[in-house]
Each structure stands twice: as C-alpha cells, then as structure tokens.
C-alpha cells in the first residue's frame, strides 16, 4: 500500500502543495510549525475518522471559510486507486476513483496506522484515551468498525437521555437496547480479534519491549449480543438511578504489560511506555501486512527524537522489514541521518504564513 502522490489544497498551513513519490519511506524535516505534520494528517485523512489529530474538519483550512481538499494517487494490492476528500460547511466528502463514496469505504483502499507526540501518555490516560487507540487498531483489520461504533453511540446517547428524563416506556428502551447490543457485540468482538492478532505478531527480539494486550472492563461485561440486551434489561433500575449507562463495551480499557517484566505499561518508565506504544503499532503493521498481504502506510510524527541510537536503529530496521511507506518527522535532519538512500527526503519551512518544501512554494 502506496501513496504515488498527494496533494494538498487550502489544507492547514499548505496552500497549493504537490508531492510526488516512489514508494520508499520518507522523511521531512523542519522547524516546528513549519508545516510538517500538516502533511502527515493530510495522509491520515486518506483513512476514516478525523485523522492523526482528531480536529473538527472545519479546523483544518488554511483561512477560516475555505473549502479544503487533499487528493493522492495510491497504489493497493498493485491497482492505482484515487481518492479525493474535501470539506465544505464543516461536512466531510470523499471521492473514489471519480465516485462518491463512504468514509468507511476508505478502509478498503488503504491501511494508515499512526503515532503522534500526544500519545505519549496513552498509559497513564483515562481509559477513553485507550478506547479511541482501540479502536482505531480494531478498524485497522474491519474496515467496518466505525460504522459499528457510531450506530452502538447513538443508541447509546438516546438510552441515556431517556434515563436522564426519568425513564421511557420498557418497550422503547427494550428497541434502543436490542440496538446496542446487536453493534455493542461487533465492537467487542472486533477489539478482542484486533488485540489477538497484534499479541500474535509481536516481536520479543527487537529493541522495543514486546507488549501483553488484552481488552479489559471495570467490571465483568458480557459480549455476545443476547447476554448485553438481557444485561441492559436487568439493569434499568440501576441505570435509571445512575442517569446513564453503566455497564457495556463503552467501558471497555485496552490492558497493557511490560512481558519481560512483568508490569503494566503505566509503572514503566517514559522510554518504556514509547518502547511499547512503537512495539505495539510495529505489530499491528506486521499482522496487517499478513492478513492482506501488504504492508499498511505508517505515519509517524517525531518519533525518532525520543528514541536512543540503539532503538532508532531498531526502527529503521523493522519498518525495512516491513516494506512499509512511512512518513516521519523531525526537526533535524540528523535523526535520519542512518537511512541513507533508504528514504526520500523533504524539507518544510514557513514563509510568508505559507509552507514551503524544498524551496519551492507550496
């Protein structure tokens, strides 16, 4: 999985930016806020979602008002494929191969995994932190997922006004609850199956501490749909006290350990928490590239300034291995300075409100 190129309109600090590629890794360089994450999001939103930064799509044009666009020319399981999203009026569109077409169908052209600095903290988050990271492994492998989630959060939201009211009819909260159960089973069912996968294709010889995963509740939860609509039909009373919903995948945690060591991601150190934040992307790519026979396009953002010599070298190597297209960060051009012709390179500076690359206006 490929992007041959991409381009950017009115996208965040990039006005008119074209970039043509040939497949290998590519690292950009540049100040900070020169506009080098900007293109990382630009390829993020190639993916469903909100992308790498999870901004409103209103947030992500250059001047207040205007209409955004980012377009790529990809190449997928050797087929060119075009993709086209744009947002008007804080309302998203997508284009595929000339036809419109659903977020969640981008799924099924590319497979886009990422890191940001503030993931960082993942570990020590509250659990919704560790949903959303979730999830977006879960929709790595079901292209479905958040078609799930949205139709599990809707019904959730009116089950929990109507408790919040003083309760309904039982036979509207028995529909809103069938519902639920019926996209609740889906979610659960696809983490657990995302978090199997990655646990299987985890590496314990690298430089980065293999990880324990394992999907988690603060309270026993079943998962099969019959057992989450006869639990949400027990409950009302309680719910009803509570005025929301207090038991279901929407309290679902992502458990993680330090294997060698036996501790839980959040009592190991910073560099420890990174090691196995990288380790366990590392593993979703390397399961994903399994599962469909290609590597999926990595995009990771400042990652190798927090890393040591020894697991910088270590990441070059794995997303080698991989095959893997990965777009990466960093403000000095000595943090990649190991790939050697391994990877392609950009440089972003700022002039004049605008981002500029390799000397040319963008």
Known sequence: MLV????????RSH??????????????????????????????MLAPGRGLRGAPVEEMARTPGTVWRV???????????E???????GARQVRIDGKAASQAALGGVLRILWLTPAMDRLWLDA???????LDR????????????ALRFEKALRERN??????????????ALEAQMAASGAVLAANRRAALDRIGAAMDDGSAFPAAEVALAYPEPTPETEAELAAL???????DLAAGRTLIGPQRADMAVRHAAKGIAAAQASTGEQKALLIAIVLANARALASETGAPPVLLLDEVAAHLDDTRRAALHAAIATLGAQAFMTGTEAALFADWGGDAARLHVAEAGGRSVIGGAEA
């Open 4 to 11: 041959r190129e991409l381009t950017l309109g009115q996208f």
């Open 127 to 133: 659990p919704e932190a560790r949903r959303r990271f």
């Open 15 to 44: 006005a008119a930016t074209r970039l043509e590629l040939d497949g290998r890794p590519v690292a950009i360089t540049g100040a900070n806020g020169a506009g080098k994450t900007s293109i990382l999001e630009a390829v993020s």
């Open 161 to 174: 006004r109507l408790l919040r009211e003083g309760g309904a009819q039982p036979a509207w909260l028995g």
């Open 71 to 81: 377009a790529a020319l990809v190449e997928t399981q050797g087929a060119a494929r």
């Open 137 to 148: 492994l879960a929709l790595s492998f079901h292209p479905g997922h958040a078609e799930a």
């Open 232 to 238: 949400w039909a027990a409950g009302r009373a309680r």
């Open 83 to 89: 993709i086209e999203t744009t947002a008007e009026g």
